[in-house]
């Protein structure tokens, strides 16, 4: 969640082992509901204020998942350029993988 750009999905699309591609938009909201689905080598990330109304933020094909192997993360960033000397918090909860 970036306050320019909302939810941010991105993506390492040639499996390099580099992000390469970038999807986002719209609003910055807290808390976010954040969910990711994968067929195949299609990956697309969701995005919610409140866990029930869901938007898609973007999809992105990943060649390395077609083997069934596929790594993700959720990740937070300490930098905080508008609010300089202020905290970031990040708390990740009820995370689950099915499939």
Request: aromatic residues 10%; negative net charge.
């Amino acid at each position: 969640m970036s306050k320019s750009y909302g939810v941010e999905f991105m993506t390492d699309s040639d499996g390099d082992g580099r992000l390469d591609t970038w999807a986002g938009g719209g609003s910055s909201y807290h808390p976010a509901w954040l969910r990711l689905t994968r067929d195949g080598a299609t990956c697309t990330a969701y995005a919610s204020s409140d866990g029930a109304s869901w938007q898609r933020i973007g999809t992105a094909t990943v060649p390395s998942a077609t083997d069934g192997g596929l790594d993700a993360g959720m990740v937070a960033s300490a930098v905080n350029l508008d609010h300089p000397g202020q905290n970031t918090t990040a708390v990740f909860d009820s995370f689950s993988t099915t499939g």
